[in-house]
């Protein structure tokens, strides 16, 4: 089993930037993968960005590609997701997910493990 907590969430205003955190607990050797997802209000939750643990390849969806950047600090097991240039269409619940192979990176139900969620709000 793996354990994931989110933090960093919160209100900024667009244009703006936001970190969130990604801790990892639990049996992380086993882990392939770390990626974000988010659900809009009131709409399906949507890949964002992933990246592998062990060599740190990463993917981004359309929307954010220059714009939110992903990284990961094997030492602390922790995933970070820096936000810049935020956008009020940015807003949405930020969901933390774990897997343990290469195949579905960006489809969630490849992913074996969740966070509780953390709320990120961008105000116009």
């Known amino acids: 089993q793996v354990q994931l907590v989110e933090s960093g969430g919160g209100l900024v205003q667009a244009g703006g930037s936001l970190r969130l955190s990604c801790a990892a607990s639990g049996r992380t050797s086993s882990t392939y993968a770390m990626a974000w997802f988010r659900q809009p209000p009131g709409k399906e939750r949507e890949f964002v960005t992933a990246?592998?643990?062990?060599?740190?390849?990463?993917y981004y969806s359309d929307s954010v590609k220059g714009r939110f950047t992903i990284s990961r600090d094997n030492a602390k097991n922790t995933v970070y997701l820096q936000m810049n240039s935020l956008k009020p269409e940015d807003t949405a619940v930020y969901y933390c997910a774990a897997k343990h192979t290469i195949v579905g990176l960006t489809t969630q139900r490849a992913y074996n493990y969740w966070g509780q969620g953390t709320q990120v709000t961008v105000s116009s």
């Open positions: 990246i592998a643990w062990s060599g740190g390849s990463t």
